[in-house]
């Protein structure tokens, strides 16, 4: 962290792939309005769920590399598959830095399933990795945990098509079967599915499913631990947001686009939004 700003006036630098991540910065922007967020979407190298774990792993370093570059007071990995694959190296090589890491909501969902089978979405990296392995382990003996790979739903969204007939097909295919095996929870373990949210509770319709993510339980986490380390902006504080990617203009306006389209456009036009690369 260095640099000459106060540490509770740095901005927080919220980490995805692509565009999914904004589904978390989302959460943030609503629960800590007074945080300066810098989002780093990738873009270029997005999906990162089919990319080998060293590729994942180079990536992720590169994004957070940037981010901290940017003098940010905390970085969060708003990516099931980078958190899988790099987690702990991060914690291991940046010390000083808190991470906040994404990890599929299997606890809440374990716990209020009444069927007893719960299902997972995620990318093929996260559902193999460690983390997702030891936390399912946890609730094997009391659920029945069914895992599938979202297939073709990270590009879907990085093309902006999740309200598509094309969309609907493909969460259709995924889901159904996963709801024909009993699951009454339906845990979205990638950042990107919860703007494909509509279409899956669309193809649920009026069955007894419920669409269970980790956005709020990861704002929770960042406002503890800025707390922990004494971080938090200061009451009244005017957020900063700030966007960047490796991909082209048009890719930076998509995504700006698409953070300013959400729910905290309020909250987000009151902060002085600055586009970089
Ligand atoms: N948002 C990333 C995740 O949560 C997307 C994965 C990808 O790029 O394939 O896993």
């Not at 991909?247 to 698409?258: C, K, P, S, V």
Request: some cysteine; aromatic content about 8%.
């Amino acid at each position: 962290m260095a640099n000459s700003q106060q540490p509770k006036t740095m901005s927080i630098g919220v980490f995805d792939s692509g565009m999914g991540g904004l589904s978390v910065w989302q959460e943030i922007a609503i629960a800590l309005p007074e945080e300066s967020l810098i989002f780093f979407g990738d873009g270029l190298n997005c999906p990162y769920g089919s990319k080998s774990r060293e590729q994942v792993l180079g990536y992720t370093v590169n994004g957070v590399e940037k981010l901290l570059a940017e003098g940010c007071k905390m970085i969060v990995i708003a990516c099931n598959t980078a958190t899988a694959v790099a987690i702990d190296y991060l914690r291991s090589h940046y010390p000083d830095v808190p991470f906040v890491g994404l990890e599929p909501a299997v606890k809440p969902a374990a716990l209020s399933t009444k069927s007893g089978t719960v299902a997972v979405l995620a990318t093929a990296r996260s559902l193999e990795g460690e983390l997702f392995q030891h936390t399912s382990a946890l609730y094997a003996d009391k659920v029945n945990i069914i895992k599938a790979v979202g297939e073709g739903f990270v590009e879907l969204v990085e093309r902006g098509e999740e309200n598509t007939p094309q969309a609907f097909e493909a969460v259709r295919g995924v889901v159904e079967p996963l709801i024909a095996a009993g699951a009454d929870r339906i845990v979205l373990g990638c950042t990107h599915y919860p703007f494909l949210r509509q279409t899956i509770e669309r193809v649920i319709g009026e069955r007894d499913v419920e669409v269970i993510d980790s956005g709020s339980a990861v704002s929770r986490r960042v406002a503890q631990l800025l707390d922990m380390y004494g971080l938090r902006a200061e009451s009244g504080s005017e957020p900063r947001y700030e966007f960047m990617t490796l991909a082209d203009d048009d890719y930076l306006d998509r995504l700006i686009f698409r953070a300013y389209g959400c729910d905290c456009e309020e909250e987000a036009e009151e902060g002085d939004s600055t586009e970089e690369r």
